[in-house]
């Protein structure tokens, strides 16, 4: 339930808000008397995180009015406080894996997907896959390294946690992909010449 603020609550003296709470109708802002903005609710789909960050933000923003003494208590901490939500992932029916490599055969980045479908590799992580990392013999790749993007810079680093560092066994679709990439990049380097 979210409560409405009456006059001597609000964080701004001449700051009142009328009508009904957000959840529950139209509201009427308004400043030194004078009706400010009308705001008639709608409705919207907010992710659970979405709600979760607004009302942190919210929580903040009022307790830092109270530390200020612009308010006596925070009405925010009235409110129940509601996890972030989690959604579970969704996985690939095996028909849907029939069709997604049957789309991908032959693409330049088929080894790579094959190997996220088997492995559960995470797209920066066989991007950034060196052949060092590589195994065939063992049949393992050993995750220490992804393609990150920030702010619009592409670039090779570290995984970002210790727990994404990882060798993993690779299964014989994953390895025969990998033998089919090396060796097509070994006929692209031929075709290419001496750099």
Same mark, same amino acid.
């Given at each position: 339930m $979210? ?5 001597h ?6 700051l009142? @808000?009328t009508? #009904?709470? @957000? ?6 802002? #308004? ?5 400010v #903005? ?8 907010? *992710?659970?995180?979405? $709600? ?5 933000? @919210? %929580?903040?923003?009022? =307790?830092d ?7 006596a ?7 129940a406080?509601? *996890?972030a939500?989690t !959604?579970?992932?969704? *996985?690939?029916?095996? =028909? =849907?894996?029939r ?6 055969e032959? /693409? ?5 997907f094959i190997l996220?479908?088997h +492995?559960?590799?995470?797209p920066g /992580?066989?991007l950034?896959?060196p ?10 790749? +050993?995750?220490r390294?992804? @393609?990150? =993007? /920030?702010?619009? %810079?592409v670039?090779?680093? %570290?995984?970002? +946690?210790?727990?994404s560092?990882r ?7 994953a390895i025969?992909a990998?033998?089919? #990439? ?5 006929? /692209? !380097?031929? $075709?290419?010449g001496?750099?």
């Amino acid at each position: 339930m $979210i409560y409405p603020l009456t006059e001597h609550q609000a964080p701004v003296p001449g700051l009142r @808000l009328t009508g #009904h709470g @957000l959840a529950d109708g139209p509201v009427a802002l #308004h400043f030194g008397g004078q009706g400010v #903005h009308e705001a008639v609710p709608i409705a919207i789909n907010l *992710s659970p995180r979405t $709600i979760y960050d607004i009302a942190a933000t @919210l %929580r903040m923003a009022l =307790e830092d009015a109270v530390t200020k003494g612009l308010i006596a208590k925070n009405p925010a901490k009235l409110a129940a406080n509601r *996890s972030a939500g989690t !959604k579970e992932a969704r *996985s690939l029916i095996p =028909e =849907e894996v029939r069709w997604f490599l049957v789309a991908a055969e032959g /693409e330049r980045l088929e080894a790579g997907f094959i190997l996220a479908l088997h +492995t559960g590799m995470r797209p920066g /992580e066989w991007l950034g896959l060196p052949w060092d990392a590589v195994d065939l013999a063992k049949g393992t790749v +050993t995750i220490r390294q992804a @393609l990150h =993007e /920030e702010n619009g %810079r592409v670039f090779i680093g %570290r995984v970002k +946690t210790k727990a994404s560092a990882r060798t993993i066994t690779l299964p014989e679709p994953a390895i025969a992909a990998l033998v089919a #990439h090396a060796r097509q990049q070994q006929l /692209e !380097k031929r $075709i290419a010449g001496p750099a």
